[in-house]
């Protein structure tokens, strides 16, 4: 049942008093026509208690429910539109009513809103993650999201009665079944607590938040809170004495103010706790008052008032009234050494802020087509943001990203960055020169050339850090690089820049994507000696027609080249023939019995030839030696070739097995430009990639200032080798880097 709120109107028996929920609602919400609440509370009480009565599982009532969310509603200060699909919602959504009834007895704006809210359910499919989809389901899902974000767009109403629906939802779980609590609290902490956040509704999402990390975290939650009950009314009384000397020092400064104690939220509390790395007696603002005034004046005149009183704690201060948050929060925080020498924080905004703050888009959208002004306009920078997401998602891959894009856009944990003329640009922690260009703007990204980074020129890969100062330089024409798109090669980390690009790429002509994606890919192949690669079986896998459209759509951007790799590599790893037996090990190369498979023999000595050094993933041959039992080339090594051309009968075959446990040696082939330290910059990448290097073989030409160098590694499969090279390759005055071809 839904933990009912103690100001909501029942009878003896539990039930919902009609009569006194519709006095209550009108006195708080703009309602023209009661008797519509009225008879819309009815049906869903019938239909309600019906449901309870069959219902053998823990169930919502669904009555309760929408009286739960008209009252969030209703303190959001929404329509009786919005009212009424709140309250009928959930006996639609559980199939006890139809849409078409609610046109009918209600009218369409009402069917509308309730529509767009079922639609909203795409969001959690995307955190179903876990079972690979179905044929079609990914396409649905994509769909479904993008319905969803336009209703969205369409009309904030929408997102808000689900954020309603969702706040009911959690509220109502603490008597449900732990595995429901947990569900229902990760989707909201993910998805609804950030949304809320971005809309600038505070008080909403703050309640989201606290009430998912109770259910997600219940050891850390009951620690905090306990820490925090032992000395609550010490700090209460040591609140309201700074409220009286606040109240009594602005007061002779001849400031009209609010001042009064705030309540720290514990999820609050234990980021701070992570994200510092402090204890409970270090954060600030457990004790804390916020200070409401009249006038922007007025606020700057009342920090300079408590700096005067009291200390000031270096480092904690932030003025979001001269650079607001993203989602358009404004307000003074700081923190000081109080009375008793205990810190506390203070916050200072004017009224409106305060209203802002607390209802965020809610305080702005009925002034949609009504009015010009500020308020106006900063429900127009919220409606932005959603309208960015329905730009981008349909660039997006893989639908998990859009929830980590969806909580990186509202983490604290972002980096602030200053373009020349002194502008503050936020960005996720790992981003790049070029995610910086895009996110100042799409020619600037498209006309990237390099960076300079504090007046020092730095690679496109460099990753960003806060107070930097970033120049992009820029080429007359636009033309991004394809290597950009490669997820590998570090040059962007963040979705929106990359879907730039990939737009650039889909507007060029299809003969040039298709020629740079055939160029791009086989380049690729080559680098991993991996040609000869059946290329109408891999478009199939793409769903592509042809290998020729196949090209086109990595050209354009469409498919990734990682992506098509990776397909290349993993059908390399698994094929294996229908029956095997193991081969035994040859003492001159250790080799796995998991390792090798070989058919229609006996057990056989084994060993890796030393002119092809074969890795698993490579198509293999087996060669019957005399008094060394077989030696395994790759099917493309020359002397395996001669072999097949003057003895056939002795060229048996064989396969890797299902179980990789053992290294191989393989040569790589560097080609750069001379210079200090390049192979000490080589050996760190294959030392932190947890490579072993058994041969270095580096010769210098002094006439044009190349080296050429020759490295055995031991590497275990084709996947880790393809890491290694993309590494290696990204850094200074590399020029190429390969496996070294097979030789006689």
Same mark, same amino acid.
């Not at 649905?140 to 999201?145: E, F, K, P």
């Given at each position: 049942m839904v933990?009912v709120?103690d100001?909501?109107?029942?009878?003896h028996?539990?039930k919902?008093? +009609?009569?006194?929920w519709?006095d209550?609602?009108?006195t708080?919400?703009?309602?023209?026509?009661?008797e519509?609440?009225?008879?819309?509370?009815?049906v869903a009480?019938? !239909?309600?208690e019906d449901?309870?009565?069959n $219902?053998?599982?823990?169930?919502?009532? $669904?009555?309760q429910?929408? !009286?739960?969310m008209a009252q969030?509603?209703?303190e959001?200060?929404l329509d009786?539109?919005s009212?009424?699909a709140?309250?009928?919602y959930?006996?639609?959504?559980?199939?006890?009513?139809?849409?078409?009834q +609610?046109?009918?007895?209600?009218?369409?704006?009402?069917a509308?809103?309730?529509e767009?809210v079922l639609r909203?359910?795409? #969001?959690?499919? #995307?955190?179903n993650?876990?079972?690979?989809?179905?044929?079609g389901?990914?396409e649905?899902?994509?769909?479904?999201?993008r319905?969803?974000?336009?209703s969205?767009?369409?009309?904030v109403r929408v997102?808000?009665?689900?954020?309603a629906e969702?706040?009911?939802?959690?509220?109502?779980v603490?008597?449900?079944?732990?595995?429901?609590r947990i569900k229902?609290?990760?989707?909201?902490?993910n998805?609804y607590?950030?949304?809320a956040?971005r809309l600038?509704i505070?008080h909403?999402?703050w309640?989201l938040?606290?009430?998912?990390f109770?259910?997600?975290? =219940?050891?850390?939650?009951?620690?905090?809170a306990?820490l925090?009950?032992e000395?609550r009314l010490?700090?209460q009384d040591?609140?309201?004495?700074v409220?009286?000397?606040?109240t009594?020092e602005?007061?002779?400064?001849?400031i009209e103010?609010?001042v009064?104690?705030r309540?720290?939220?514990?999820y609050?509390?234990?980021r701070?706790?992570k994200?510092?790395n402090?204890? @409970?007696s270090?954060v600030y603002?457990?004790r804390a008052?916020r200070?409401?005034?009249?006038?922007?004046r007025?606020?700057?005149?009342?920090?300079g008032?408590?700096?005067?009183?009291?200390?000031?704690?270096?480092n904690e @201060?932030d003025?979001?009234?001269?650079?607001?948050k993203?989602?358009?929060y404004?307000s003074?925080?700081t923190? +000081?050494?109080?009375?008793?020498?205990?810190g506390?924080?203070?916050?200072?905004?004017?009224?409106?802020?305060?209203?802002?703050a607390?209802?965020?888009?809610?305080?702005?959208?009925?002034y949609?087509?009504?009015?010009?002004?500020a308020k106006?306009?900063?429900?127009?920078?919220?409606?932005?943001?959603?309208?960015?997401?329905v730009?981008?998602?349909?660039e997006?891959?893989?639908?998990p990203?859009?929830?980590?894009d969806?909580?990186s856009?509202?983490? =604290?944990d972002?980096?602030?960055v @200053?373009?020349?003329d002194?502008?503050?640009v936020d960005?996720?922690?790992?981003?790049?020169?070029?995610?910086?260009?895009?996110r100042v703007?799409?020619?600037?990204g498209?006309?990237?050339? %390099?960076a300079?980074?504090?007046?020092?020129?730095?690679p !496109?890969?460099?990753?960003?850090?806060? %107070?930097?100062q970033?120049?992009?330089?820029?080429?007359?024409?636009?033309?991004? $690089?394809?290597?950009?798109?490669n997820?590998?090669? %570090?040059?962007i980390?963040t979705?929106?820049?990359?879907?730039?690009?990939?737009?650039?790429f889909?507007?060029?002509?299809?003969e040039t994507?298709?020629?740079?994606?055939?160029?791009l890919l086989?380049?690729?192949l080559?680098?991993?000696?991996?040609e000869n690669?059946p290329?109408?079986?891999?478009?199939d896998?793409?769903n592509?027609?042809?290998?020729?459209?196949?090209?086109?759509?990595?050209g354009?951007g469409d498919?990734?080249?990682?992506?098509?790799?990776g397909?290349i590599?993993? /059908?390399a790893?698994?094929k294996?023939?229908?029956?095997?037996?193991?081969?035994?090990?040859a003492?001159? /190369?250790k080799v796995s019995?998991?390792?090798i498979?070989?058919?229609g023999?006996g057990?056989?000595?084994t060993?890796?030839?030393q002119?092809?050094?074969?890795?698993?993933?490579d198509?293999i $041959? %087996? @060669?019957?030696?005399?008094g060394?039992?077989?030696?395994v080339?790759r099917q493309?090594?020359?002397?395996?070739?001669?072999h097949?051309m003057t003895?056939p009968?002795?060229?048996?075959? +064989?396969?890797?097995?299902?179980?990789?446990?053992q290294k191989? =040696?393989?040569d790589?082939?560097?080609s750069?430009?001379?210079?200090?330290?390049?192979?000490?910059?080589?050996?760190l990448?294959?030392a932190n990639s947890?490579?072993?290097v058994?041969?270095?073989?580096?010769q210098?030409e002094?006439?044009d200032?190349?080296?050429?160098m020759? #490295?055995?590694?031991?590497?275990?499969?084709?996947?880790n080798?393809?890491?290694?090279?993309?590494k290696i390759?990204?850094l200074?005055?590399?020029l190429?880097?390969?496996r070294?071809?097979a030789?006689?």
């Open positions: 933990k709120r100001d909501q109107p029942l009878k028996d539990g919902i008093n +009609v009569d006194a519709l209550k609602i009108c708080e919400a703009d309602i023209l026509e009661p519509k609440l009225r008879h819309a509370l009815v009480k019938i !239909l309600a449901a309870v009565q $219902s053998t599982y823990w169930t919502i009532d $669904s009555a429910m929408g !009286l739960e969030i509603l209703a959001l200060q009786e539109a009212i009424l709140a309250i009928l959930r006996a639609v959504r559980e199939g006890r009513l139809s849409l078409a +609610v046109r009918k007895d209600f009218d369409d704006e009402v509308t809103l309730i767009g909203m359910a795409a #969001i959690s499919a #995307i955190q993650t876990s079972v690979e989809p179905v044929l389901q990914r649905a899902q994509v769909d479904n999201l319905k969803m974000l336009v969205m767009i369409d009309d997102a808000l009665i689900k954020l969702r706040t009911a939802a959690i509220r109502a603490k008597d449900a079944p732990e595995e429901k229902v609290a990760r989707e909201v902490f998805i607590a950030p949304l956040h600038g505070g909403l999402k309640e938040e606290d009430i998912s109770r259910y997600l975290e =219940p050891k850390a939650y009951q620690k905090i306990a925090l009950d000395k010490a700090r040591h609140i309201d004495d409220v009286a000397t606040l009594r602005l007061d002779k400064a001849g103010c609010e009064n104690g309540a720290k939220h514990i609050s509390i234990w701070k706790m994200r510092k402090i204890d @409970f270090q603002d457990i008052v200070i409401l005034v009249p006038t922007l007025d606020c700057y005149a009342s920090l008032i408590i700096h005067s009183l009291w200390r000031h704690i270096p @201060f003025d979001y009234i001269a650079n607001p993203e989602n358009g404004q003074l925080h923190a +000081v050494i109080g009375p008793g020498g205990k506390m924080e203070v916050q200072i905004r004017t009224q409106e802020m305060h209203e802002d607390e209802l965020g888009v809610c305080a702005h959208w009925k949609k087509g009504t009015d010009t002004n106006d306009q900063a429900y127009e920078q919220k409606i932005a943001w959603l309208r960015q997401v730009e981008w998602h349909e997006i891959g893989d639908l990203e859009l929830v980590s969806l909580r856009d509202i983490d =604290p972002r980096i602030y @200053f373009t020349p002194g502008h503050v960005l996720p922690p790992t981003a790049t020169s070029i995610d910086f260009a895009y703007h799409t020619e600037i498209h006309r990237t050339r %390099g300079k980074v504090n007046g020092r020129i730095v !496109l890969t460099y990753m960003l850090k806060t %107070g930097e970033v120049e992009i330089l820029t080429s007359k024409e636009p033309k991004p $690089s394809r290597d950009w798109l997820q590998d090669s %570090g040059y980390n979705t929106r820049a990359r879907a730039k690009v990939s737009h650039w889909k507007l060029q002509a299809k994507n298709q020629e740079e994606g055939r160029q086989f380049k690729e080559d680098r991993l000696d991996l690669q290329m109408q079986e891999v478009a896998a793409m592509m027609k042809t290998p020729d459209d196949l090209y086109a759509a990595i354009a498919v990734r080249l990682g992506q098509v790799v397909y590599l993993r /059908q790893e698994i294996q023939p229908q029956q095997e037996l193991p081969l035994l090990k003492p001159s /190369q019995n998991d390792d498979s070989i058919n023999v057990h056989l000595l060993q890796i030839a002119c092809c050094q074969p890795v698993p993933g198509d $041959s %087996g @060669f019957v030696t005399l060394r039992g077989v030696s080339h493309d090594c020359e002397n395996l070739i001669n097949e003895e009968q002795r060229i048996i075959e +064989v396969s890797w097995g299902g179980k990789v446990s191989y =040696p393989v790589i082939d560097i750069a430009y001379d210079r200090t330290g390049l192979l000490r910059d080589v050996s990448v294959l947890d490579v072993n058994i041969a270095v073989n580096t210098s002094q006439k200032h190349l080296a050429q020759q #490295i055995t590694v031991e590497i275990d499969s084709l996947s080798l393809g890491r290694v090279l993309n390759n990204q200074p005055n590399v190429t880097v390969r070294a071809r030789h006689p």
